[in-house]
């Protein structure tokens, strides 16, 4: 069983992030404990949006609808698209996928090794670059989808994406309350990153930035020419951290309010198998009294976000949608004190007052 630490770790990694040295902030509070993350909240109410409410009539929220950078937060809505697909019979997840079109997917480098923990944790034998020595060794389509979530594998994502289509996850989304979610491929960023030729100008349209993406996201998955071209370019990738956040500023967006509203719908039934899955990582860390704990987070450069759900028997759900900007590389790492700072709010109504007072 995946603890809290070995989550973040992966959300940490598999949001398309490069964990670069030097990105980094002014002093600030010590995130090393939960108090320290309502402090940092309090002294960054502009870099900070949450709605939280623990479904027990008590709810609290700060710049709830500004958009931010999503990360793969975003990913509950692929999630819940699979889940929608395998409800209507239109996905088996025993459906066996051939593990050279998931890899396909991967370009090498931009998820912190997400995809090559994926398949090693599948007993997958694969290069240093996560791509397995075996193209025709077959997966269950459900370990997919497992690994988008657990591990947060890019590749995993891009590919279910290809599968369902982006109306599929919209459909999906919307029928949790989150319309038209940014649903760019996450391959496409990071080929753009490492190839700025095939980018657009900077300041462009968000939908002139997605097409180009999946452009050349779709000539890596087709064109093993390509693909080589790429294998050579990636150690050009920019280094310096104000050119990085420059370009990851720019990736797909959204509100706590949109990722609220599908963690919501998720805790409340609407997408049952997106519950299971959401459900696995910390079934070791559910408070007492409540029958499960529901997460996904995720994380770019100088960003960091979250949704997840607390549910109780008799129906009680209580939820959390967290989008930060401006953390540090050591705040991120001590994201899973912010998880347990937001699951102790969501279960005990002195901390939710505590993290409520910290939004005002």
Known sequence: MLTRRHLLAGAAAGSAALMLPGIASAAQPDTTTEQGWLDWIAAHRHDV??????????RAARNPDVRRVMASSIKVVHLSAYAVAVAEGRLDPKEQIR??????????????????TALGRLGIPCDDYGI?????HRVPLARLAEAMIFFSDNAATDYLRTRL???????????????????????????MLIMPEYAPPPGS???????MGDTVARRFVADPAFRAEVFARWPEMPSDPDEVWRWFKGHGQGSASDLFAL??????????TARE????????????GASEVLFKGGNLPRSLTMGLSVRWPGGRSGTAAVLLTGVSDQDTAN??????????????????????????
């Open 49 to 58: 949006s949450v709605l939280i409410d623990d479904g027990a009539g008590r």
């Open 99 to 116: 593990v050279g079109d998931w890899d396909a997917h991967h370009p090498f480098v931009g998820d912190g090794r997400a995809h090559f």
């Open 132 to 136: 397995a020595k075996d193209p025709e």
């Open 165 to 191: 289509g982006d109306p599929a996850l919209q459909r999906a989304a919307a029928r949790g309350g989150w319309f038209r979610p940014d649903t760019r491929s996450l391959g496409g960023e990071i080929l």
């Open 205 to 211: 349209p968000a939908a002139v930035r997605r097409a």
């Open 263 to 272: 963690h919501r719908g998720i805790a409340n039934g609407l997408y049952p």
């Open 277 to 288: 899955i959401l459900a696995r990582p910390l079934a070791g860390s559910v408070p007492a």
């Open 335 to 360: 994201a899973t004190l912010l998880i347990e700072a937001l699951i102790s709010a969501l279960s005990d109504p002195a901390r939710f007052a505590a993290l409520e007072r910290a939004l005002r």
